[in-house]
T-cell receptor, first 116, second 110 residues
Framework: ETGVTQTPRHLVMGMTNKKSLKCEQHLGHNAMYWYKQSAKKPLELMFV???????ENNSVPSRFSPECPNSSHLFLHLHTLQPEDSALYLC???????????????FGPGTRLTVL | QKEVEQNSGPLSVPEGAIASLNCTYSDRGSQSFFWYRQYSGKSPELIMF????GDKEDGRFTAQLNKASQYVSLLIRDSQPSDSATYLC??????????FGTGTSLTVIP
């Protein structure tokens, strides 16, 4: 256990559905991240929140909408997804020291998403 | 040019041998470097991080960093079948931007 939890672990949804992924960290970290991991591709950073403020949005389609109500919780709201969005979605957290690179990331177990 | 490059493998080594995993990165401003192990169907697990040139040892693992050559490696001594996994190299510039390689698949043969 890394101290980062994600729910649900598996999700199957149709293209017209709306669903949300949840992430919670118990490490006292200030930065939280969403990544997408597809087969044969590097981890793709989607969103970063630092002290609840979004600091990165790497050209992610608007059908993915993040929400960070506090430093311990992170959501990813999904709406009208495409089959190519099927992937493993990983949440991570780190200390979030913006002026430093000493920011080890710890990952949650991931949500395996399948879009039909 | 990719931010982080790794040989995808697969790399096969016999049990007890040394496994050597390599990674290069493109941004000279990168400051910290990480190795993650990922078992099939699981999330990445942090196993080593290194910030300074030279070697850093932790048990059977040694990370090596050469900033002049923009090169970071991971050595696994006395490889065990349980070390069979995909190893991800990650690089961090200042702040929250992390870049990952595609990973190297390692198989340790009993």
């Amino acid at each position: 256990e890394t101290g980062v939890t994600q729910t649900p672990r598996h999700l199957v949804m149709g293209m017209t559905n709306k669903k949300s992924l949840k992430c919670e960290q118990h490490l006292g970290h200030n930065a939280m991240y969403w990544y997408k991991q597809s087969a044969k591709k590097p981890l793709e950073l989607m969103f970063v929140y630092n002290f609840k403020e979004q600091t990165e949005n790497n050209s992610v389609p608007s059908r993915f909408s993040p929400e960070c109500p506090n430093s311990s919780h992170l959501f990813l709201h999904l709406h009208t997804l495409q089959p190519e969005d099927s992937a493993l979605y990983l949440c991570a957290s780190s200390q979030g020291r913006l002026q430093s690179s000493y920011n080890e990331q710890f990952f949650g177990p991931g949500t395996r998403l399948t879009v039909l | 040019q990719k931010e982080v490059e790794q040989n995808s493998g697969p790399l096969s080594v016999p049990e007890g041998a040394i496994a050597s995993l390599n990674c290069t990165y493109s941004d000279r401003g990168s400051q910290s470097f990480f190795w993650y192990r990922q078992y099939s169907g699981k999330s990445p697990e942090l196993i080593m991080f290194i910030y300074s040139n030279g070697d850093k040892e932790d048990g059977r693992f040694t990370a090596q960093l050469n900033k002049a050559s923009q090169y970071v490696s991971l050595l696994i001594r006395d490889s065990q079948p349980s070390d069979s996994a995909t190893y991800l190299c990650a690089v961090n510039r200042a702040g929250n931007q992390f870049y990952f390689g595609t990973g190297t698949s390692l198989t340790v043969i009993p």
